[in-house]
């Protein structure tokens, strides 16, 4: 895993699960021109249902993709339609305050003028930006801030018992600040 200095922390927490099985895809990245990356079709077959059929080239948005892989391998219910970003708004229970593993919907308007979103993990953030560890951005499993005017809403996985880590993260330029003992 390569993470950048301003993330490296990152890579001593001892969960949330889903931000450890989202760590380990870090990097992997879409194929170049009209090839497709086997890793993450393979996802789709990995996921079932009916994302297979839809899901059939790495250059489909595939941030849902990325986040139901995730979620299936921590154990976690996968939205109905998990392709779909804004599907993602119904994902375990609401929380107020972005924490540490948290999924992130945010929205956006497409080339077109539609509705669209964006699907991530929460790992950190600072006054403008959520800090977010997702697929399909920049074309690749990393790390991106996005605005938090953006967010459409956070949601909290459900936990049989929720990992002590579990925080607000603010990311400064000389390292973290975390809310509580962590």
């Known amino acids: 895993m390569k993470l950048t200095n301003e993330y490296k922390w990152l890579a001593d927490e001892s969960g949330p699960l889903m931000i450890k099985n989202a760590l380990s895809l870090l990097d992997v990245a879409e194929a170049l021109g009209v090839q497709n990356n086997h890793v993450i079709l393979s996802w789709a077959d990995e996921i079932g249902g009916d994302v ?10 595939w941030c849902g993709l990325f986040m139901a892989i995730v979620a299936k391998r921590s154990s976690k219910n996968i939205v109905k339609d998990p392709l ?16 540490l593993g948290d999924v992130l919907v945010f929205v956006r308007t497409t080339s077109t003028g539609s509705k669209a979103g964006h699907v991530g993990l929460y790992v950190g953030e600072d006054d403008k930006h959520y800090h977010v560890l ?4 920049s074309d690749k499993v990393c790390i991106r ?14 936990y049989n018992n929720q ?14 600040e975390t809310d509580g003992e962590q």
């Open 84 to 99: 779909w970003a804004l599907n993602w708004g119904t994902f375990g229970k609401y929380t107020e305050i972005a924490m």
């Open 163 to 176: 990992p002590s880590n579990i925080r607000r993260i603010r990311i400064l330029s000389g390292g973290i």
């Open 145 to 158: 801030k996005i605005l938090k005017s953006r967010l459409y809403t956070a949601r909290r996985p459900l």
């Open 52 to 61: 297979d059929k839809i899901y059939i080239a790495d250059s489909i948005p």
């Open 134 to 137: 997702g697929g399909n951005q």
